[in-house]
């Protein structure tokens, strides 16, 4: 659907934003009704209909809730369950904006607004209806972008909440052990984000030492110290109205947090050498390969920082958790590598299809492109079978020695026990400490002991 030919109904308790929306749209819509009493909902969908309703997250209403977005939109829902809905919300009520999501919102924006952005999610949200573009609740994808692939229903999950929270502005943290693809699941969130035309600059955080940290990230005037020779933009500002992907987030120092942390709250930058202050507009991805479990201690990350960072979680499950995932994974690497190495006719045979799936992929994803790789070049016919397939020597030994020197202290079964349980849990303390039969106090005080 074109935005000239739509009917938009906008309700919220705040006669400025009731304005600004109405002289925002009035010339590029058909018609825009605005309402300050979110009751008059029972009355107008009956009557008209809508072809987007933009809502107000909180309403000084007698219902009293503290959520009484999420009321209205169930009500909506009940009365028009086709007319798409954006909701508003303020920055701390994004958790929320994201249940709503969950809820049948189409989308959500944060006050204050862009006006560029809000017309953006508006069409987008239009053409989804009108099927002039994917439904963001299609359950039957196997492919994200070109690369992020996967059967499985813990990467089909997956996929849904990169749909529904790629077009909001909620920022995201990544979790997954090495070589599962977090960087892949980042790009994936910006292509479908609507930065896609702005940058996607990528930073390995983890690398950077103290005194790179800050002119890396933040920039720096020519003269601010010995080697800097001219000015020089920081990351922030290089990704400045796009995505920005801090890879390795828990690495990083108290020290080097308290400096983002300020960053992400003020929404500007100072380069190095400067007293001026750069206003910023990003939107940010963390990754790491760190458990939640280790984030939750305070003594190694900052429990505000975190919640800045974590507006929405992605856990990507390692390989040897994806099932059939690495059948497909391995039949898409032969046909990459096999035109890579201009040998188009090549395939897996049952057995080594087999022996993949039997091995356990301490490397995850990254281990199987390179076992997949270095058989298609070694194959001396068009078959690839079991005895092509050469694991890593270095992950085979480590594995065969921890299978000959097994620890039965009980110091390290209980470690085991405990991390065995909270990676089930995805790094939920409360329903880890449930099963292992501990307070969360105890929990935490045991994660603490072991370094977990």
């Known amino acids: ?101 969950k809820e049948g919102a189409g989308d959500f924006v944060i006050k204050p607004w862009h006006n560029e952005r809000l017309l953006e999610t508006i069409k987008e949200l239009l053409q989804r209806k009108s099927g002039t573009i994917s439904a963001v609740s299609d359950t039957n994808h196997s492919v994200i972008g070109s690369e992020l692939l996967g059967e499985s229903e813990p990467m089909q999950d997956i996929f849904k909440k990169i749909e529904k929270i790629a ?44 005194t790179l940290f800050e002119s890396e990230l933040f920039g720096y005037k020519k003269g601010a110290f010995t080697d800097a020779k001219e000015d020089r933009m920081g990351r922030f500002e290089a990704a400045n109205g796009g995505t920005l992907f801090l890879d390795e987030i828990g690495n990083i120092s108290l020290q ?41 201690d305070e003594s190694r990350f900052r429990k505000d920082l975190i919640y800045r960072i974590n507006t929405v979680e992605i856990t990507i499950p390692p390989l040897r958790k994806r099932g059939s995932d690495i059948g497909m994974l391995a039949k898409h690497f032969v046909k990459l590598y096999a035109a890579k190495y201009f040998k188009p006719n090549m395939e897996l045979d049952f057995a080594a299809l087999i022996k993949l799936e039997q091995y356990h992929f301490p490397g995850n994803v990254r281990e199987l492109q390179y076992v ?81």
């Not at 304005?19 to 029972?42: C, G, H, S």
């Not at 960087?183 to 955080?205: M, P």
């Not at 050498?273 to 939750?296: E, H, K, M, W, Y």
């Open 1 to 101: 659907m074109l935005l000239k030919n739509a009917t938009i109904l906008v309700i919220d308790d705040d006669t400025d934003v009731l304005t600004a929306v109405r002289l925002l749209l009035k010339t590029e819509v058909k018609e825009v009704v605005i309402e300050k009493n979110p009751d008059a909902i029972k009355t107008l969908l009956p009557k008209k209909e809508f072809d987007l309703i933009l809502l107000d997250m909180n309403f000084n209403s007698s219902i009293n809730t503290g959520n009484e977005g999420i009321f209205w939109l169930k009500k909506i829902k009940e009365l028009s369950p086709a007319t798409a809905v954006i909701m508003i919300t303020a920055y701390g009520d994004i958790d929320l904006a994201v249940r709503s999501l």
């Open 167 to 210: 077009p909001t502005d909620a920022n995201i943290l990544v979790l997954g052990e090495n070589g599962t693809g977090k960087d892949l699941v980042a790009k994936a969130i910006h292509q479908r984000s609507l930065r896609v035309n702005k940058s996607f600059v990528k930073v390995d955080a983890g690398s950077l030492t103290e």
């Open 256 to 296: 080097q947090q308290a400096r983002l942390l300020t960053v992400l709250q003020n929404r500007q930058v100072t380069r190095l050498g400067s007293n001026q202050a750069v206003p910023i507009d990003i939107r940010l991805i963390c990754a790491t390969n760190v458990p939640f479990a280790a984030l939750a």
């Open 372 to 452: 997949i790789e270095r058989a298609v070049i070694m194959s001396e016919d068009d078959v690839i079978n079991d005895s092509d397939l050469i694991f890593s020597s270095l992950e085979n030994q480590l594995n065969q020695e921890q299978d000959d020197g097994a620890d039965f202290r009980l110091s390290t079964v209980e470690r085991n026990a405990i991390q065995k349980v909270v990676e089930k849990h995805n790094g939920n303390i409360t329903k880890a400490a449930k099963e292992l039969g501990l307070t969360r106090t105890a929990l935490y005080r045991r994660l603490s002991k072991y370094d977990i």
